[in-house]
């Protein structure tokens, strides 16, 4: 599936070329539910994604296409044993409140992601050591060799300031995130919305193209529709296929205690009868729970 980046680069495409939007504009997107987190590790949740990449940046990142391109990393290296990736960072990049962003950065982001209050620790875990080599270089070893390990970069390493990080901690940064994208912070009234503002400063001297980026948290589909259709909000964040998926099979285990008749069970009840041990007579299964239907292993 898109990632927002991805799926902001399109719907930016077909306004503009279409004439709905103009320099220094805000994009209102509706979200199907108010985001868990603004901080990556403890965004649990494909909406808390969405709202949260437009402030940040990663090492690399994958463009429409799905190939990778440099972002903070200009350039990388992967060692010859497959363990050891060299990044050279890009100089001059400030976060929103103004420290320069260094490998030290990298290394605390690393440091950071995978404490265990995270949801997702394991994206970070799968390095086994992060090194400053200087300022502008750091070397990422992994415990053996993965093929997707630069994926996983891109989609989860949101790259963080680390000096203030260890002054606030991870709950007052999540209240407060910053980063280095090329939107800024600015604020968030839970269930309602989050609002941020084009990153003067970005290193992309030709992004952000708009002022602004407004989620606004709206559960109801056919409500999300209307705000779309009398131009309430720009982009109805699309379904979340993955997420129909796991509901379909929660669904499916809270039904699992339901009696089954499977044809090994039905052996073994003829037989049982036959033994005496059980009375004749078919037991009859109890009805369903809403939304559940009976099914055999």
Avoid at 189 to 194: K, L, M, S
Wanted: proline fraction near 7%; charged fraction near 25%.
């Amino acid at each position: 599936m898109r990632t927002f980046r991805q799926a902001i680069t399109a719907l930016l495409a077909a306004v503009l070329t279409a004439g709905a939007f103009a320099q220094g504009d805000v994009l209102k997107v509706s979200l199907s539910s108010d985001p868990t987190s603004l901080y990556m590790p403890r965004a649990a949740d494909r909406t808390a994604g969405n709202a949260s990449w437009p402030l940040y940046d990663s090492l690399v990142y994958l463009d429409a296409d799905g190939e990778l391109k440099p972002q903070l990393a200009t350039d990388w290296t992967i060692g010859s044993d497959g363990l050891t990736y060299t990044f050279n960072l890009r100089e001059g990049v400030t976060f929103h409140n103004g420290e320069a962003f260094t490998a030290d950065d990298v290394v605390a982001t690393w440091e950071f992601g995978s404490d265990d209050s995270n949801d997702y620790p394991g994206y970070y875990t799968v390095a086994s050591s992060v090194e400053a080599v200087d300022d502008y270089t750091v070397r990422i070893t992994t415990a053996e060799p993965n093929a997707i390990f630069l994926t996983t970069l891109s989609k989860n390493w949101a790259i963080i300031p680390g000096d203030y990080m260890r002054e606030v901690g991870i709950d007052a940064f999540a209240e407060a995130p910053i980063g280095t994208g090329p939107f800024k912070f600015v604020s968030r009234t839970p269930g309602e919305r989050i609002v941020m503002e084009a990153n003067e400063d970005y290193w992309d001297a030709s992004l952000p193209y708009l002022d602004g980026v407004e989620f606004r948290i709206i559960p109801d589909p056919s409500t999300r529709v209307a705000a779309v259709q009398t131009g309430d909000v720009a982009y109805r964040q699309p379904p979340d296929a993955r997420t129909g998926r796991v509901a379909r099979r929660s669904r499916r285990r809270q039904c699992a205690h339901l009696p089954q008749r499977s044809r090994v069970l039905r052996r073994f009840q003829k037989r049982r009868r036959r033994r005496g041990y059980a009375p004749r007579g078919r037991p009859r299964a109890p009805s369903p729970q809403p939304g559940c239907r009976p099914f055999r292993y």
